[in-house]
Structure formats: C-alpha cells, structure tokens
C-alpha cells in the first residue's frame, strides 16, 4: 500500500506568516491528493482536492500544489483560526490513505 | 444542510460486537457513496470502509476486513458498521463521511460516535 509521509508534524508560526506543510507518497499518486482541516475538538473539514482546487467556502489564503510524490499546502497569511491539524490523503485507489498530520500553532 | 448523526458506540468488552448507524439528512442520500473512518484518541485519520450509492460495491481496509461490515438502507436515510471480533486497537472514534463527486474524497462528516474496546 501507498504511505502517506507529512512533515513538519508540527509548527508553530506567528500570525500573518506563510506556513508550508509537505506531504509526500511513496508511490506516484497523480493528483489524487485531499487536504482536511481537523481544528481541536472538531471534526475534519475538506479543504483541498485535486492536489490543488480548493473547496467551496475555503479561503483563499490556502493552496495546495504538486502532484506525482510531492504535495504543498501553503496558508500564505496563517490566522488565529488557522490553529488545527492538517491532514493529506491520497484517494488515486483504496486503501485512501491519510498521512499522520500536521498540528499547526500560534506562536 | 447536509447532517450526519451517528450512533450505537459504547464500551465493549474484546470480542464483542456492535451496529453503528448514522442517520443522514438534508441530501438525496440514495444518490451518495458513503463511508466510514475512525480516529484513535490522539491519533490521525484512518479510512476503514466504503459502500457505492446503489449498495454493490463495498471495501475494506485491511485492519478491519472480515471482521466489519458496512451496509446501507436507502430507504431510511441510513448507514451502517457492524464491527465484531473487537481488539483493544479498535477503540476510536467512528465518523461517517459523505463521499465527494471523487471516488474517495469525503465532503461532509458526521460528529462521530466513541466505540471503546476493554475489559
């Protein structure tokens, strides 16, 4: 099966700082790649599909880029609400795999 | 608003079995791929099942294979996990999603039931 590797598996960043958050797969996945938004104590929220087409309603101070191994979510300009894990998927075939997330925090 | 409400966690002895539902409303549920995935206290996002729209297609995660089954009544709006053969890995908590247009992309989850597995 394909792995799903993100790293940092945490930051932290001042508000108003670009924040990158890489995920790679250990086989070429095309674009079948997701990201999720899961804030503390809630539930994931799709952000991103296609490697980088933003969902309906998701700002656009997120994107997401990349395809075959290597995958970027970018928040150019991190805000206080920002503060959550963040978690890519590859979705190419089953198993859909998560990678094991990335917590972002305010410094 | 597209709501999922699920149900029927608990504490389960190893072994043990329960039934999952989750309860759909605010979307043509019948037209929908459905899906469940788990989350293990503090830990990330596992994918474990999957049912087509129309009940005829079905998949497994491998940690789960043989041991749950997930099933689906249209007619009630409803999604369901029968989970046996419960090990003390299985303790999570259990969350429906709504498949997306992309086979594997989920766009709306429920707020997931606790299914903790201990003697």
């Known amino acids: 099966d394909i792995q799903m590797t993100q790293s940092p598996s945490s930051l932290s960043a001042s508000v108003g700082d670009r924040v990158t958050i890489t995920c790679r797969a250990s086989q070429g996945i095309s674009s079948y790649l997701a990201w999720y938004q899961q804030k503390p104590g809630k539930i994931p929220k799709l952000l991103i599909y296609?490697?980088?087409t933003l969902q309906s309603g998701v700002p656009s101070r997120f994107s997401g880029s990349g395809s075959g191994t290597d995958f970027t979510l970018t928040i150019s300009s991190l805000q206080p609400e920002d503060v959550a894990t963040y978690y890519c998927q590859k979705y190419n075939s089953a198993p859909w795999t998560f990678g094991q997330g990335t917590k972002v925090e305010i410094k | 608003e597209v709501q999922l409400a699920e149900s029927g966690g608990g504490l389960v002895q190893p072994g043990g079995s329960l039934r999952l539902s989750c309860a759909a409303s605010g979307f043509t549920f019948s037209s929908y791929n459905m899906n469940w995935v788990r989350q293990a206290p503090g830990m990330g996002l596992e994918w474990i099942s999957y049912i087509s729209n129309d009940r005829t297609t079905t998949s497994y995660a491998d940690s789960v294979k043989g041991r749950f089954t997930i099933s689906r009544d249209n007619a009630k709006n409803s999604l369901y996990l029968q989970v046996s053969s419960l090990r003390d890995e299985d303790t999570a908590v259990y969350y429906c999603a709504r498949g997306f247009f992309l086979l594997g992309v989920f766009d709306y989850w429920g707020q997931g039931t606790l299914v903790t597995v201990s003697s």
């Open positions: 296609a490697a980088s």
